[in-house]
């Protein structure tokens, strides 16, 4: 069965990427892209909303399998949310297909298994 991802977006103050990152990575994500970006709001939506919209912006991408999204977003929320110096907003979409990320998860899964083969070798010296 085919693994399923979703592309989680998180737009911040410019300066916030970094925030976004981490806690997206304590939640289980991989890595991600940051796109620059400039935010526009009505002065009326300023007003009603009791905001100032800083128009730099950074844009986050992560893509993350569909079980950890959750996680994720509500780390990203947690750490660089509207309520934090970020002001951020995150949400995700579904992606319908992917190509390339079997054979990273491949590499990554057999680069893991001769991490343990490497620890279990050195146990076994060590017990010598």
């Given at each position: 069965?085919?693994?399923?991802?979703e592309l989680?977006?998180?737009?911040?103050n410019?300066?916030f990427?970094?925030?976004?990152?981490?806690?997206?990575?304590?939640?289980?994500a991989?890595?991600?892209?940051?796109?620059?970006?400039?935010?526009?709001?009505?002065?009326?939506?300023?007003?009603?909303?009791?905001i100032t919209?800083?128009?730099?912006?950074?844009?986050?991408m992560?893509?993350?399998?569909?079980?950890?999204?959750?996680?994720?977003?509500?780390?990203?929320?947690?750490?660089?949310?509207?309520?934090?110096?970020?002001?951020?907003?995150?949400?995700?979409?579904?992606?319908?297909?992917?190509?390339?990320?079997?054979?990273?998860?491949?590499?990554a899964?057999?680069?893991?298994?001769g991490k343990?083969?490497?620890?279990?070798?050195?146990?076994?010296?060590?017990?010598?």
């Amino acid at each position: 069965m085919e693994k399923k991802y979703e592309l989680v977006f998180c737009i911040v103050n410019a300066g916030f990427s970094d925030a976004v990152m981490y806690a997206a990575r304590k939640a289980g994500a991989g890595g991600g892209t940051i796109l620059k970006g400039r935010g526009t709001a009505s002065p009326e939506i300023e007003a009603k909303y009791n905001i100032t919209v800083q128009p730099e912006k950074e844009i986050v991408m992560i893509l993350v399998p569909e079980e950890i999204k959750d996680d994720v977003l509500r780390s990203i929320y947690d750490s660089a949310g509207l309520g934090s110096e970020g002001q951020g907003i995150a949400f995700s979409l579904p992606v319908e297909r992917s190509l390339g990320l079997d054979t990273v998860n491949r590499k990554a899964d057999e680069k893991d298994k001769g991490k343990d083969k490497e620890k279990a070798s050195d146990r076994d010296k060590d017990g010598e």
